[in-house]
């Protein structure tokens, strides 16, 4: 009996301890490895195969060659698919003894200038195989340049609308006059403030709407715009825009070319979600831009608004921190282009998927920085960021290649 179920555990593949004597008897579902059948070189390949010239980016050349099985026995063939600017594209079928096939290798340049390698290509057969080696070579060019240059012009004056928080817990006059004698030494002698509580009613000290920074009362009238009892109302910087946007005040601002200035260190207690904002204020081709001076992270002189952030980046405007000791140096970094103009600059065409891979920006020779810019697909355009917009002035060179 003990007999009879040893000869079933071996029937069924289990494999007992070892024998008294040391040895291993061996599974009925081991299969041995047959015999390496390659003794010597199977395929016979050409020497070299030279690819013609191909520019970086836009050619991918391709060869023909005949490969043969030299050996009595049927073979497999495998390779891996590249190497390096070079691949295997095809392999035949499994040739028989003394047959011939058709391989098919490719050449896509990533560099300029003499290139060279080495594909494998290996022969299969019971489980083993032998490699053969094909030396490749080719040339890399480098595409065709385009190459686009233009001044960058002086920005024609933009007219700024700052709504301001009217509870006035922080010392926005003196920011501002600070920020106005900035914009002066940049050329303009004179810049409109229109002050506005978060309800939408504009603060109008003396009767005057907008208040410039060159006049000798701006700071007084500044004070008195800022200091007035708190209003009821919405309490949206946005809102508040677009009423007044509604209503044509301040008169003749809406159809210059202009840009909106948040100050605040309130929440927004509107119900308007941030992609509402968005769709209210950034429909246009080229929406104004809408800035926000506000917290930045919940902080001491206020609480930060989060619905603000999409806005801002949809109308590439600028977010700056309220919890600066002086948040007009921070506005005098973003310089006079910072609200609307020579941030933008279209290109003569639209660059294909080559020349974005190759697009570079120069001012006046020295390349910018590709975090400084974007490529406007929509627009054909490149676009600054506003902190690296570029001197009125400079010489602006586009460059791509181009497949063409």
Request: proline share 9%.
């Amino acid at each position: 009996m003990k007999r009879l179920l040893v000869l079933l555990l071996i029937a069924c593949g289990s494999r007992p301890g070892p024998l008294d004597d040391g040895t291993r008897p061996v599974s009925l579902l081991e299969v041995p490895a047959l015999p390496n059948p390659f003794t010597t070189p199977c395929l016979q390949l050409p020497s070299k195969v030279t690819f013609a010239a191909a520019r970086v980016g836009c050619d991918q050349g391709r060869k023909q060659i005949t490969v043969k099985n030299v050996c009595a026995f049927k073979v497999g063939l495998g390779a891996p698919p590249q190497s390096g600017p070079f691949g295997v594209v095809e392999l035949p079928f499994p040739l028989e003894p003394n047959a011939e096939g058709r391989m098919v290798v490719g050449f896509a340049p990533g560099a300029v200038g003499a290139l060279s390698g080495t594909l494998t290509v290996n022969a299969l057969a019971d489980g083993h195989s032998q490699p053969a080696q094909l030396a490749v070579e080719g040339e890399g060019t480098q595409a065709r340049v385009v190459s686009f240059e233009q001044v960058v012009p002086v920005p024609p004056r933009v007219s700024l609308l700052v709504i301001v928080d009217d509870d006035g817990d922080f010392n926005a006059e003196q920011n501002f006059r600070t920020y106005g004698n900035f914009l002066a030494t940049l050329g303009w002698p004179k810049f409109d403030v229109a002050v506005s509580n978060l309800s939408g009613t504009l603060q109008s000290p003396d009767g005057v709407s907008v208040l410039a920074t060159d006049y000798p009362s701006f700071e007084t009238r500044f004070a008195r715009a800022t200091r007035t009892t708190p209003s009821g109302g919405r309490r949206s910087c946005h809102d508040t825009a677009v009423a007044l946007r509604s209503r044509g005040q301040p008169a003749g601002f809406w159809s210059q070319q202009h840009a909106v200035l948040c100050v605040t260190n309130e929440t927004d207690a509107s119900d308007v979600p941030g992609t509402s904002m968005v769709a209210q204020w950034a429909s246009a081709r080229f929406p104004p831009p809408f800035s926000v001076v506000a917290p930045v992270n919940n902080d001491t002189c206020g609480q930060r608004e989060l619905r603000f952030d999409p806005l801002v980046r949809a109308t590439h405007g600028v977010r700056e921190d309220l919890c600066t000791p002086n948040w007009s140096s921070a506005l005098n970094s973003l310089s006079a282009a910072g609200f609307g103009t020579a941030t933008l600059f279209f290109l003569e065409r639209s660059p294909s998927l080559r020349a974005l891979e190759t697009l570079s920006v120069s001012l006046d020779g020295v390349t910018v920085p590709r975090v400084d810019w974007e490529y406007d697909a929509a627009l054909h355009a490149v676009r600054f960021q506003v902190r690296s917009a570029p001197t009125p002035g400079s010489r602006l060179t586009t460059r791509w290649e181009t497949c063409d």
